[in-house]
């Protein structure tokens, strides 16, 4: 007899953390959840194949998977434009010695 098909208890959590990611993404704080989800949702996918098909959640995995990687993206866009408006802002710095009229 086979036995009943049963919900992964980390899939919700794949999701959740993915969109945590995700929400916290523009303001960097979102790697560290993203990154928890996409080792998570390696680690359930993994179980969910060996179970042959009685461990269900995978539409939940896979959601919370695409929330994660659209999360560090957007940390990464974030992170590339803060560096260009820094490196912009460095330009207009007028930069070396000010020196007064007359020292030589």
């Known amino acids: 007899m086979d036995p009943e098909p049963v919900p992964a208890t ?3 959590a794949v999701f959740a953390l993915g969109l945590t990611g995700l929400l ?3 303001f960097v704080g979102g790697v560290i959840p993203a990154t928890i989800a996409l080792l998570l949702a ?4 993994r179980q969910a194949f060996a179970a042959g098909g009685y461990l ?7 959601r919370g998977r695409r929330l994660a990687w659209a999360g560090l993206m957007l940390a990464l866009t974030s992170l590339v434009v803060a560096v260009i408006a820094g490196l912009l802002h460095l330009a207009t710095v007028p930069g070396g010695q000010d020196f007064a009229p007359g020292t030589n």
């Open 24 to 26: 916290l993404g523009p």
């Open 56 to 62: 269900t959640g995978s539409a939940w995995i896979q």
């Open 42 to 45: 390696r680690q359930t996918h």
């Open 10 to 12: 980390k899939a919700r």
